[in-house]
């Protein structure tokens, strides 16, 4: 079982920049996937980005595409959602999660029920 703690996020201006960590312990990242999620207020949660080393892929959600990049850091054992150009819209609950390999992060997005351990949730909000 992995366990996620989430750093980052807060208040920011639209254009601005945040970067959420989600340190990872109990398992070995490089069979693992890792996604991040959003949960804007009133609306479900959304899958915005992957990455899943085993199957080599990196996924953004076409909202978040070319603004936001996910990467890991394999010695500190840290998935890192940056964030640019940020979007009132980008407003919302972040979640990092873990899915074991194979599952939960395809090339056509996240499968939020393959998803086994979640992070804390952290706040980001985007004002305009």
């Known amino acids: 079982q992995a366990q996620l703690v989430q750093s980052g996020g807060g208040a920011v201006q639209a254009g601005g920049s945040a970067r959420l960590s989600c340190q990872v312990s109990?398992?070995?990242?490089?069979?693992?996937?890792i996604g991040w999620f959003r949960q804007a207020p009133g609306k479900k949660r959304e899958g915005v980005s992957c990455?899943?080393?085993?199957?080599?892929?990196?996924f953004y959600e076409d909202s978040v595409k070319g603004r936001f990049t996910v990467s890991r850091d394999k010695a500190k054992n840290t998935v890192y959602l940056e964030m640019n150009s940020l979007k009132p819209e980008d407003t919302g609950v972040y979640s990092c999660?873990?899915?074991?390999?194979?599952?939960?992060?395809?090339?056509?997005?996240?499968?939020?029920?393959?998803?086994?351990?979640w992070g804390q949730g952290t706040q980001v909000t985007v004002s305009s």
């Open positions: 999660a873990s899915a074991q390999a194979g599952y939960g992060c395809y090339i056509y997005g996240l499968l939020e029920s393959d998803y086994d351990d």
């Open positions: 109990g398992i070995n990242l490089d069979y693992y996937a």
């Open positions: 990455l899943s080393p085993p199957n080599k892929i990196t």
